[in-house]
C-alpha cells in the first residue's frame, strides 16, 4: 500500500468510526488525508471498496492486538479471560478505539444489507469472535454441546460490554463482563467436578 493510500485508509476509518459512514464522503476523505480523489479512486475503485477495507484493517488490527494475549494464557480458562483482558487494554487505548463502541456493530448498523461486500466483514468477525470462544471453551466444558453452550453464553458477554462500554451506560462494562466470565468458568469447573 503507497504511503498516500495508507493516509487515506487511516483518515476513513477515523471519520467513519466517529461520524459513520454514511455520513462520511470520498470529499472529506480526501482532504483530511491531503489526497486527491482521484487518488483515491485510483487506489480504492470506491467509497464502497475503501469501507471495506477500513473494517477488514480494523478487524486485522484487533485479531493483532489479541493474539499476544491469548498466546501469553497458559490454560484454556485464563485464554478466556484474555480475551476479556484485551478488550479491556483495547477500549483504554489512548486512541479512541472504543469511544464509541464495537466498529463492527457499527457498521451493521449502517449496512445490513448481505449483498453490501463489506457485510461478509461485519459478520465474519462475529463468527471469528465466537468460534474463538467455542473453540477455547472445549477445554473447560465437559462436552462439545457445552462448548458451544459456553461459546455463546461467553460471546453475549463480550458484546454486551462492547455495547455498554460505548454507550456509557455505566461504568467498567468490560470488568464487569470479565468478572461474570470468571464466575461462569468456576460454575463450569464446579458441574465438571461433580461429574467425575
Known amino acids: 500500500m503507497t504511503a498516500a493510500a495508507r493516509r487515506a485508509l487511516d483518515a476513513a476509518g477515523r471519520l467513519f468510526y466517529e461520524h459513520g459512514i454514511h455520513a462520511v464522503g470520498v470529499d472529506l476523505i480526501a482532504v483530511e488525508a491531503g489526497v486527491t480523489k482521484k487518488t483515491l479512486y485510483d487506489r480504492f475503485g470506491s467509497k464502497e471498496q475503501i469501507v471495506v477495507e477500513y473494517l477488514a484493517d480494523r478487524d486485522e488490527r484487533w485479531r493483532a492486538f489479541l493474539a499476544p494475549y491469548i498466546e501469553a494464557a497458559a490454560t484454556p480458562r485464563a485464554r478466556i479471560l484474555a480475551v476479556f483482558d484485551a478488550l479491556r487494554d483495547w477500549a483504554d487505548g489512548a486512541d479512541g478505539r472504543l469511544a464509541k463502541g464495537c466498529g463492527m456493530v457499527n457498521a451493521h448498523a449502517e449496512i445490513s444489507d448481505p449483498a453490501h461486500p463489506a457485510y461478509p466483514i461485519i459478520v465474519g468477525q462475529?463468527?471469528?469472535?465466537?468460534?474463538?470462544?467455542?473453540?477455547?471453551?472445549?477445554?473447560?466444558?465437559?462436552?462439545?454441546?457445552?462448548?458451544?453452550?459456553?461459546?455463546?453464553?461467553?460471546?453475549?458477554?463480550h458484546e454486551g460490554a462492547l455495547v455498554a462500554h460505548g454507550l456509557r451506560v455505566f461504568p467498567d462494562a468490560v470488568e464487569q463482563a470479565r468478572g461474570d466470565a470468571e464466575a461462569l468458568l468456576e460454575a463450569v469447573a464446579k458441574r465438571g467436578s461433580a461429574h467425575r
Open 126 to 157: 462475529k463468527a471469528w469472535m465466537l468460534a474463538l470462544f467455542t473453540d477455547v471453551a472445549g477445554g473447560v466444558a465437559p462436552s462439545g454441546a457445552e462448548a458451544a453452550r459456553l461459546g455463546r453464553t461467553l460471546m453475549l458477554l
